[in-house]
């Protein structure tokens, strides 16, 4: 998946010239004003770590300081608390670990462990080695089961163009997998992207959960907590 | 001819190195009876709960606590003084020695205080952010190379250590990690964990 790496940024690099971000980025440099929030932007740690070369076996012993939380095997907790790490895609885990640790999504609990003084960028890549290698049993917390078919249809008419019919999503794109997380944690996450708290969340992503109410989110998570965990690669 | 002279050369190079193993071996258990008994405790079982166990922690672990008195990256009044005629020369001798002694059971005073520290240990607090302590120092506090065995320790020294981590004094920790987790605990947390651990 990596391989395909230095093509990613090259076609956002691209995307975004095309677009005229980074071309007016330029021109504002100097500017006292903090720069307009670009989603993903391809610079500093992140980009470091999504070009190291992940170590799978570096990665265990470094995951030791995240597993108190995230739980052996990376399994998470199904109360939501601490989100499933297994079989999520590396640059997923890169893209998240690096905005966390950057302030670009905001986590406070999670921030002393993933800060620089306790892990350096080839420690995320190596993490992220691992962690997307790991199985994804089927064991993950499930909401009520709740207005199913309603959720079946909203996921395919909302979520499927990224986040595809398996919930498998794309590493390539940055989206997240979602078969095989936990309900609350899917709940809390889609909230606080709705809110506005989670701070690095895609523009499209906020422009299609806007505006969803609770109930929605609900459903919606519940149905993405039961895809079957198989489906995903 | 050649080739038995080098036989000879490397024969001779082995046996000095375990000469100076052996020399090492002994420098350090004249170290152990002369100083650090005193305090620790014949085969490192210290009975005195101020001082550590030291029986059975990691030779990884000592030796980088030994250096850090030394060079004072971990400050300790009893330890200086006790410590000024070790060199850092010794302290892989004197780690090996106290990793390779039997570490003696504590005794739990407390059984509930025990339990409330079994569940957080193995858990951690998710409203706090208090990982599990299992994570680093792996189920029933055993510890392994990176991260230093608990179990069987003193209420009063691990008490005494996570306090000093939570509230400063001191920062000889990896990464900030301990420092990290110990700000998130409260004091009644941390009694409940040291009474869990020294009756493991």
């Known amino acids: ?233 | 001819m050649h080739q038995r002279k080098q036989y000879i050369a490397l024969a001779f190079l082995a046996s000095l190195g375990s000469v100076a193993a052996t020399a090492a071996r002994a420098e350090a258990q004249q170290i152990v009876t002369t100083v650090c008994v005193a305090c620790h405790g014949e085969g490192g079982n210290s009975v005195v709960p101020m001082f550590p166990r030291l029986a059975g922690l990691q030779a990884e672990y000592i030796e980088k606590q030994l250096k850090d008195f030394l060079s004072n990256k971990r400050k300790s009044e009893v330890m200086m003084p006790a410590i000024a005629n070790v060199k850092e020369s010794d302290a892989a001798g004197l780690a090996a020695y106290y990793a390779a002694q039997k570490p003696q059971k504590g005794e739990v005073k407390d059984e509930k205080r025990a339990a409330a520290g079994k569940v957080l240990f193995d858990d951690g607090n998710t409203t706090t952010g208090v990982p599990a302590c299992s994570g680093c120092h792996q189920a029933g506090g055993v510890g392994n190379e990176r991260y230093p065995r608990l179990a069987g320790q003193h209420q009063e020294y691990t008490s005494q250590q996570m306090l000093q981590f939570k509230e400063g004094g001191r920062n000889n920790d990896k990464g900030k990690v301990m420092r990290a987790v110990a700000s998130r605990l409260t004091e009644q947390e941390i009694a409940d964990l040291s009474e869990y651990l020294a009756g493991l």
Not at chain 1, 37 to 61: C, F, S, V
Not at chain 1, 74 to 91: E, F, I, V, W
Not at chain 1, 97 to 121: C, Q, W, Y
Not at chain 1, 167 to 192: C, I, W
């Open chain 1, 1 to 233: 998946m990596k391989a395909n790496i230095s093509r990613v940024v090259f076609g956002t690099v691209a995307a975004l010239l095309a677009s005229g971000v980074l071309a007016q980025a330029g021109t504002n440099s100097g500017a006292t004003e903090e720069p307009e929030y670009t989603w993903n932007a391809m610079q500093g740690e992140k980009l470091q770590a999504l070009r190291a070369k992940g170590d799978p076996a570096r990665g265990e012993i470094t995951f030791e300081i995240c597993q108190g939380c995230h739980r052996a095997r990376a399994l998470g907790r199904t109360d939501g608390s601490y989100p499933r790490l297994a079989g999520q895609h590396d640059t997923v885990l890169i893209k998240q670990m690096t905005d966390v640790r950057a302030g670009r999504r905001k986590n406070d609990k999670m921030l002393p462990f993933i800060e620089r003084h306790a892990v350096s960028p080839q420690d995320i890549a190596d993490i992220a080695a691992y962690l997307s290698k790991l199985p994804v049993p089927a064991n993950n917390g499930q909401g009520p089961g709740n207005d199913l078919a309603t959720a079946e249809r909203i996921y395919a008419d909302k979520c499927v163009s990224c986040h595809g019919a398996a919930g498998e999503g794309d590493a390539n794109e940055f989206y997240p997998r979602l078969s095989g997380q936990h309900y609350k944690y899917l709940v809390r996450e889609m909230t606080d992207i709705r809110d506005g708290s989670r701070l690095n969340a895609n523009p499209r992503m906020v422009e299609v959960v806007k505006g969803m109410p609770d109930s929605m989110v609900q459903i919606v998570s519940d149905y993405i907590s039961r895809l079957p965990v198989g489906g995903a690669k």
